[in-house]
């Protein structure tokens, strides 16, 4: 089925310890974004790529890097994880940004302890 | 830059209707709203774009003031599936690459 594909599902790190998630659409978008969610605090934008071969901050880009792949594939990486870094990770994709609805993955939840 | 939403939660019977009122104080290019059950991903319902226009999902619908920077969700003869958290989305009028923020969501539980 065509969708955001992202891995892994689940990931419990120890502080200090660097990984990247991996996200990967099927729809021919050309937006893709990473957003983090949190109890109480709604869904809050780590990264963006407007198009390929674009990045650019969003709310929250602290502790992280991105790496817009290609067309289809947008990772996020964290260098050196923090336990603030524990979070649900969702990866989302749009036709372009702005008057688009969004499609999202399902999600990766990260323990950092 | 955050939207409001009010109310936070609400406890609907089935059949009753609701009111979602999302705001912001910056002018907006546009509304979106997503839903969200429990342990999945937010799944779209529906964009406005600025021009005050309404919309329609089945028994959902949406309208946006863009005068007042207001947009509200309206839920009709509620079902058990639309439980979950509804979060509104807005998009300011910046004429650049536009970036989506969420409001915190109001969390609707429908009960017989």
């Known amino acids: 089925n065509a969708g955001v594909t992202q891995t892994p599902k689940f990931q419990v790190l120890k502080t200090g310890q660097s990984m990247t998630l991996q996200c990967a659409q099927d729809?021919?978008?050309?937006?893709m974004y990473w957003y983090r969610q949190d109890p109480g605090m709604g869904l809050r934008l780590i990264y963006y790529?407007?198009?390929?071969?674009?990045?650019d901050k969003g709310e929250v880009p602290n502790g992280y890097n991105v790496s817009r792949l290609n067309k289809r594939e947008f990772s996020l990486r964290l260098e050196s994880a923090a336990p603030s870094q524990t979070s649900v990770y969702f990866c989302?994709?749009?036709?372009?940004?702005?008057?688009?609805?969004?499609?999202f993955g399902s999600g990766t939840r990260l323990t950092v302890v | 830059q955050q939207p409001v939403q009010s109310p936070q939660a609400v406890i609907l019977r089935e059949g009753e209707d609701a009111v979602i009122n999302c705001s912001s104080s910056?002018?907006?290019?546009?509304v979106h709203w997503y839903r969200q059950k429990h342990g999945e991903a937010p799944v779209f319902l529906m964009i406005?774009?600025?021009?005050?226009e309404q919309k329609g999902h089945e028994k959902i619908s949406a309208s946006f003031n863009e005068k007042k920077q207001q947009s509200s969700l309206y839920l009709t003869a509620s079902q058990l599936s639309y439980s979950g958290t509804y979060f509104c989305?807005?998009?300011?009028?910046?004429?650049?690459?536009?970036?989506?923020?969420f409001g915190t969501g109001t969390r609707l539980q429908v009960t017989l």
């Open positions: 910056k002018a907006l290019y546009s």
């Open positions: 790529s407007a198009s390929e071969g674009t990045t």
């Open positions: 406005l774009l600025k021009g005050g």
């Open positions: 729809m021919n978008h050309n937006s």
């Open positions: 989305g807005t998009v300011l009028n910046t004429g650049t690459a536009s970036k989506l923020t």
């Open positions: 989302a994709s749009s036709e372009r940004t702005g008057g688009y609805g969004y499609t």
